[in-house]
């Protein structure tokens, strides 16, 4: 997503608004959408701000400070849990699902350990006979 258009940039979009310049002049001159000079306009009749909106917050976290505290203690007592085993765990502590794929961004932003899944016994090595 592009960043938002500058302030300085904003604020003379208004300011030749406010002198009687044509819409189709400052759209012109300061080379934005006649859609972004309406809207700017609009909200500076509204608030009083050029300011742009706050961009969206994005996914809340599968877990919060809680889940994460309690995430923590049940990998501190078993490291060497999988991550099927971690989100039974927190359903049953703390009755949430986690999927997966969030279980697994939640263990690395906390720097844990992230076991995929069970050990499987390690494969054996033949040894050749130096005959």
């Not at 302030?7 to 044509?22: C, F, I, N, P, T």
């Not at 932003?109 to 130096?130: V, W």
């Amino acid at each position: 997503m592009p960043a938002p258009y500058s302030q300085d940039l904003r604020r003379k979009v208004v300011e030749a608004h406010a002198k009687g310049r044509s819409q189709a002049q400052w759209v012109e001159d300061f080379a934005v959408s006649a859609y972004f000079g309406a809207t700017l306009l609009k909200r500076f009749k509204q608030t009083g701000s050029t300011a742009p909106k706050p961009r969206g917050g994005g996914r809340r976290p599968a877990l919060d400070a809680e889940g994460q505290r309690v995430l923590t203690e049940i990998v501190a007592a078993k490291s060497d849990s999988t991550i099927e085993e971690l989100r039974s765990s927190v359903r049953e502590r703390l009755d949430v699902r986690v999927s997966k794929s969030a279980m697994g961004r939640v263990l690395t932003s906390l720097g844990l350990p992230r076991k995929k899944s069970r050990s499987t016994p390690a494969s054996a090595t033949r040894r050749e006979s130096s005959s």
